[in-house]
């Protein structure tokens, strides 16, 4: 069993930055794929980051954050991250780190791919 825990969310000011970070723990060791996904008021939630295996460390990006936002993931300390620069007012949604510890290669940015997931934070760029 995966718990999750993001923090880093808050409010500023359009153009500044932010980084989410994205606390793991229990049995880590099964998680395959994490990712961060985001859910504006009145939309579906979107996929924004995510990476494939903790070893390889492949990632991706949605279009709409690519060149802005980064993740990361620090194997040592168990934690993933998105840190998000040049942030508009179209990036304000809430985000939710998510985890996958199920086998099998998966679209990485689709919510579906994900059976693990944290209670999210809040982010208002104004």
């Known amino acids: 069993h995966v718990q999750l825990v993001e923090s880093g969310g808050g409010s500023v000011q359009v153009g500044g930055s932010l980084r989410l970070s994205c606390g793991a723990s229990g049995n880590t060791a099964s998680v395959t794929y994490m990712g961060w996904f985001r859910q504006a008021p009145g939309k579906e939630r979107e996929g924004v980051a995510a990476?494939?295996?903790?070893?390889?460390?492949?990632?991706y990006h949605s279009d709409s954050v690519k060149d802005r936002f980064t993740i990361s993931l620090d194997n040592d300390k168990n934690t993933l991250y998105l840190q998000m620069l040049s942030l508009k007012p179209e990036d304000t949604a809430m985000y939710y780190c998510?985890?996958?510890?199920?086998?099998?290669?998966?679209?990485?940015?689709?919510?579906?791919?994900?059976?693990?997931w944290g209670q999210g934070t809040q982010v208002t760029v104004s």
């Open positions: 990476m494939y295996n903790r070893l390889v460390l492949k990632s």
């Open positions: 998510a985890a996958r510890s199920l086998p099998g290669v998966v679209p990485p940015l689709a919510e579906s791919s994900y059976n693990i």
